[in-house]
């Protein structure tokens, strides 16, 4: 590609006056991720995640060995080496191969909670804030209860129900990880719900259903979006602590919490059985961070243009 | 020539506080009507609760002969429009002026959205190169423009305006005023409008309405004020104010 073809695709992008809905939508895409690029950390982290989509889609080719399935006989607790990069555990299964399986269960976990939670706490949210009165005061104190029941209690008595299992894990994380969201979607909501725009739309004849989800949820979105990536961290450290006592992933699921569980025994001799998926946790954690706080510099409402 | 619109005894209370105590008005159609008053007089209030945006204690308003309920329905709203004050805060930060100009006619369920869209940025000079635009990348005298086009893209018959130029400087202020009288001589529109500013009123009403801490106190035709025939005291403030800064006569 010439310099002067990157260099009109830009001006086609930054143009004062697109000439197509497409277009705007673009250049604003693009202001957007040249903010979001100029922070290298952020860069980083968008980086870290990518990888961990493709490791997670390509588990099959990249792993060498199974699993699940591991030489009892001869390759028990294994220290690292190139036939095994990351050692073996105690039943010789491959930890390396390992890892790169679990890196599935991780993103199931992280998805499905944002997936679940985060539309539950923008619904609640913004209709709170919009409607103000008896639906907001009842909406809320419902997310006060839930905001105090300590979280992994409240998972631990979720799964104690439900039954141990990666799926019940997910949904108890959920459940007790929407209320923060109502909170910030309803602080949004009750920022712009006063404001001329919002006074307008109503002056056109549009439903309240109408206002909430298509003027007052897009303005929310980007707070969400940074707020659930910044709490992926804590989710994948949830599920780890719920797959470590027992009541998340069971075995022989490769699901990293729950590979630290059976590692802690052997912790002070074969250090890399529970040192590898926590170093896999700490990195993918890290990951998550950073690109929540670059979203927050690319993404805020308040910075910038609007 | 009869009332498009007339406001009888209204009434309007913020918690306790009386913001309008039985105002009554009454517009004919086809009329620019004005309403002035110093800053907390109750003419903004008077403007969102014929919008139904303030909370009416009492008194009716008719429009078109029909008088309004408690809720307004959608053919309300395609009968009256408003302008705001502030063209910065009056339009959505994260929408095109085409989503702008869209929103309205999805509302109404209009088939021909692109020519109409088309046609109200003619009309209030914008052309379509301002269709794909944000906000953002909007001058205040556009940005007031794309707000008439919006008020207007439902074809309104009477349209309020808040000091719809208060925000903006005076030879931008000249080209919408310019712009409002254009359109409501194409369109036979009635205005309802408020300004703080005398010299709009003269100019662009033929009769106003004055106003003080919620009561209307006097009402009078454009010629009368340019004459100063006035009959209160707060008028005639008024009329002093306007006339600016003077400087007093130093007594040597």
Same mark, same amino acid.
């Not at chain 1, 976990?109 to 804030?129: H, N, R, Y």
């Not at chain 1, 929407?178 to 109502?182: C, G, K, L, S």
């Not at chain 2, 009869?2 to 009454?26: H, M, P, Q, T, Y």
């Given at each position: 590609m010439s310099t002067e073809v990157v260099q009109s695709r830009r001006d086609w992008l930054l143009s004062e006056r697109p000439a197509s809905r497409m277009q705007a939508r673009l250049g604003r895409a693009y202001v957007t991720w040249r903010r979001f690029s100029a922070n290298r950390l952020a860069f980083v982290g968008l980086l870290i995640i990518i990888a961990l989509l493709l490791v997670a889609a390509f588990a099959d080719v990249l792993a060498p060995y199974s699993p699940t399935f591991g030489d009892l006989k001869g390759?028990?607790?294994?220290?690292?080496? =190139?036939?095994?990069?990351?050692?073996?555990?105690?039943?010789?299964?491959?930890?390396?191969?390992?890892?790169?399986?679990?890196?599935?269960?991780?993103?199931?976990?992280?998805?499905?909670? =944002?997936?679940?939670?985060?539309?539950?706490?923008?619904?609640?949210?913004?209709?709170?804030?919009?409607?103000?009165?008896?639906?907001?005061?009842i909406l809320m104190r419902i997310t006060d209860i839930f905001l105090a029941f300590p979280k992994l209690i409240l998972a631990l008595a979720f799964v104690a129900a439900l039954g141990p299992g990666i799926e019940n894990a997910v949904l108890a994380i959920a459940i007790t990880s929407?209320?923060?969201?109502?909170r910030? =979607?309803?602080?949004?909501?009750?920022?712009?719900?006063?404001?001329?725009?919002?006074?307008?739309?109503?002056?056109?004849?549009?439903?309240?259903?109408?206002?909430?989800?298509?003027?007052?949820?897009?303005?929310?979105?980007?707070?969400?979006?940074?707020?659930?990536?910044?709490?992926?961290?804590?989710?994948?450290?949830?599920?780890?602590?719920?797959?470590?006592?027992?009541?998340? =992933?069971?075995?022989?699921?490769?699901?990293?919490?729950?590979?630290?569980?059976?590692?802690?025994?052997?912790?002070?001799?074969?250090?890399?059985?529970?040192?590898?998926?926590?170093?896999?946790?700490?990195?993918?954690?890290?990951?998550?961070?950073?690109?929540?706080?670059?979203?927050?510099?690319?993404?805020?409402?308040?910075?910038?243009?609007? | 020539?009869?009332?498009?619109?007339?406001?009888?005894?209204?009434?309007?209370?913020?918690?306790?506080?009386?913001?309008?105590?039985?105002?009554?008005?009454?517009?004919?159609?086809g009329e620019s009507y004005g309403l002035v008053g110093e800053s907390g007089s109750g003419k903004s209030t008077l403007l969102r609760a014929i919008a139904g945006l303030a909370p009416i204690a009492s008194g009716s308003i008719t429009v078109n002969g029909k008088t309004l309920g408690k809720n307004r329905d959608k053919a309300f709203y395609r009968e009256v429009q408003m302008v705001f004050q502030d063209p910065y805060g009056s339009l959505h930060p994260r929408q095109t002026v085409d989503r702008l100009l869209q929103e309205p006619l999805a509302i109404h369920g209009f088939a021909d959205g692109e020519k109409r869209i088309i046609r109200a940025l003619d009309e209030v000079g914008l052309g379509t190169g301002f269709r794909f635009r944000y906000a953002h990348q909007l001058s205040g005298g556009q940005r007031q423009r794309v707000?008439?086009?919006?008020?207007?893209?439902?074809?309104?018959?009477?349209?309020?305006?808040?000091?719809?130029?208060?925000?903006?400087?005076?030879?931008?202020?000249?080209?919408?005023l310019n712009l409002l009288e254009e359109v409501r001589r194409r369109r036979k529109l009635t205005f309802l409008m408020v300004s703080h500013d005398l010299a709009?009123?003269?100019?662009?009403?033929?009769?106003?309405?004055?106003?003080?801490?919620?009561?209307?106190?006097?009402?009078?035709?454009?010629?009368?004020?340019?004459?100063?025939?006035?009959?209160?005291?707060?008028?005639?403030?008024l009329l002093r104010a306007s006339e600016g800064f003077v400087r007093t006569a130093r007594a040597d």
């Open positions: 390759s028990r607790l294994l220290a690292p080496s =190139a036939a095994h990069w990351f050692g073996t555990d105690d039943l010789g299964r491959d930890i390396y191969s390992r890892i790169i399986y679990g890196s599935r269960w991780t993103l199931y976990v992280v998805i499905l909670v =944002a997936v679940i939670a985060a539309p539950i706490g923008l619904l609640v949210g913004t209709v709170a804030g919009y409607a103000g009165g008896w639906t907001d005061a929407w209320p923060p969201y109502a910030i =979607a309803r602080a949004e909501t009750l920022t712009v719900r006063n404001s001329d725009y919002i006074k307008a739309v109503q002056l056109m004849g549009a439903s309240p259903f109408r206002i909430v989800l298509r003027h007052i949820m897009p303005l929310c979105i980007s707070s969400l979006i940074i707020r659930v990536t910044l709490d992926m961290a804590g989710i994948i450290l949830t599920a780890a602590g719920l797959g470590f006592l027992g009541l998340g =992933a069971q075995p022989p699921l490769p699901e990293w919490g729950a590979m630290i569980a059976s590692g802690r025994r052997f912790v002070l001799d074969q250090w890399w059985v529970a040192g590898a998926p926590g170093f896999a946790i700490l990195i993918v954690s890290l990951g998550f961070n950073l690109l929540g706080d670059g979203l927050r510099d690319a993404l805020d409402p308040r910075s910038g243009d609007q | 020539m009869n009332a498009a619109l007339s406001v009888d005894g209204l009434e309007v209370i913020f918690d306790r506080f009386r913001a309008l105590k039985g105002v009554s008005l009454e517009v004919r159609s707000a008439i086009a919006r008020a207007l893209i439902l074809e309104p018959s009477i349209l309020l305006l808040d000091e719809p130029t208060s925000a903006l400087d005076a030879s931008v202020q000249a080209e919408v709009i009123i003269t100019h662009m009403c033929e009769r106003l309405m004055v106003m003080q801490s919620g009561e209307a106190i006097e009402n009078l035709t454009a010629s009368q004020l340019v004459g100063h025939r006035v009959a209160k005291d707060y008028t005639r403030n």
